[in-house]
């Protein structure tokens, strides 16, 4: 069974900066596809990015220039640096991972808390 478990999120003013974490472990296989979805209150889970075990990334288009997905492979953590953040930044962040064994699993973070104020 994998876990995820997240830290970082928090309170920061518009025009800040934050960096969430999230670590794996319990895998016994490599970890493929990482990546953070958000959730604000009263809409749809949206992503935010995700990083391939090779590093290629990806980026909602709202996140583009602001927010950096990176991974260290060795912990199995990936990391979401978020820069210039606006008050529509405000969500609950996941971070989510996959393994594949004869299919895919993704397994999901508990969610952290991320209030940008104006």
């Known amino acids: 069974q994998v876990q995820l478990v997240e830290s970082g999120g928090g309170l920061v003013q518009g025009g800040g900066s934050l960096r969430l974490s999230c670590a794996a472990s319990?895998?016994?296989?490599?970890?493929?596809?990482m990546g953070w979805y958000r959730q604000a209150p009263g809409k749809q889970r949206e992503l935010v990015a995700t990083i391939a075990r090779d590093g290629r990334t990806n980026y909602a288009d709202s996140v583009k220039g602001r927010f950096a997905i990176s991974r260290d492979n060795a912990k199995n953590t990936e990391y979401l640096q978020m820069n210039s953040l606006k008050p529509e930044d405000t969500a609950v962040y996941y971070c989510y991972a996959e393994i594949t064994v004869t299919f895919t699993l993704r397994y999901w973070g508990q969610g952290t808390q991320v209030t940008v104020s104006s």
């Open positions: 319990g895998s016994r296989v490599s970890i493929n596809t």
